[in-house]
């Protein structure tokens, strides 16, 4: 199996939004609603961010969302703040019972 | 609080056999829930590597089918990772974490995760 597509980095303004993007495909992305988003920073284990495609853990800002069209999900943070600056990872089930992650994006903020 | 804990040896010799073992707290494994393992290589992306429930049943990536064994031992609420003939390309941080059992719960995630334990392999 190959590893999600997501772009190397983004980058934003404090205050503005980012989307994320991870391309699939059907077999996994595109064929289920299991898609969760991770947030890693330096020397950090990761921390789970979204859920089943959209939805938000308990604690997780609502700054964070999550949404997906075809074979391609999406994490937008929205009023982008320092602490947000972190690596970004999706994660899907597959069609073979097995998991998948992206290959991470390196999020700056400026 | 649920709380996993990575333990094992931190170097490994190419070809031998890479061995962790992950500890559960707060939580019995017969209870429930997968218990899986991902690996980092430094400066890499993340890289799930298999997992296991309670009653023993295990999923492994492709990939790594061949070389790694996933069991668990409720007696002692842990369970453990064994990757063989281990090459340089096996060096990473390597995490154990929890995930439901995603088709009968209808939901995925993994959490908590355990800290990581860095494993090098060299001579």
């Known amino acids: 199996q190959s590893a999600l597509t997501q772009p190397a980095s983004v980058s934003g303004s404090p205050g503005q939004s980012i989307t994320i993007s991870c391309t699939g495909t059907s077999s996994d992305v595109g064929g289920y609603n299991y898609v969760s988003w991770y947030q890693q920073h330096p020397g950090k284990a990761p921390k789970f961010m979204i859920y089943d495609v959209s939805k938000r853990p308990s604690g997780v800002s609502n700054r964070f969302s999550g949404s997906k069209s075809g074979n391609t999900a999406s994490l937008t943070i929205s009023g982008l703040q320092a602490e947000d600056e972190a690596d970004y990872y999706c994660?899907?089930?597959?069609?073979?019972?097995?998991?998948?992650f992206g290959g991470g994006t390196k999020l700056t903020v400026l | 609080q649920v709380q996993l804990q990575e333990s094992g040896p931190g170097l490994v010799k190419p070809s031998e056999t890479l061995s962790l073992t992950c500890a559960v707290s707060?939580?019995?494994?017969?209870?429930?829930?997968?218990w899986g393992w991902i690996r980092q290589p430094p400066g890499k992306g993340l890289e799930w590597i298999g997992s296991?429930?309670?009653?023993?049943?295990?999923y492994y990536t492709p990939s790594l089918k061949n070389r790694v064994t996933i069991s668990v031992d409720t007696s002692k609420n842990q369970f453990s990772l064994k990757l063989s003939s281990v090459t340089a390309a096996d060096t990473a941080v390597y995490y154990c974490?929890?995930?439901?059992?995603?088709?009968?719960?209808?939901?995925?995630?993994?959490?908590?995760w355990g800290q990581g334990t860095l494993v090098t392999v060299s001579s």
């Open positions: 994660s899907s089930y597959t069609n073979s019972s097995t998991l998948v």
């Open positions: 707060g939580y019995s494994i017969s209870s429930g829930y997968y």
């Open positions: 974490a929890r995930h439901p059992n995603i088709v009968v719960a209808g939901t995925y995630w993994f959490d908590p």
């Open positions: 296991i429930y309670h009653s023993g049943n295990t």
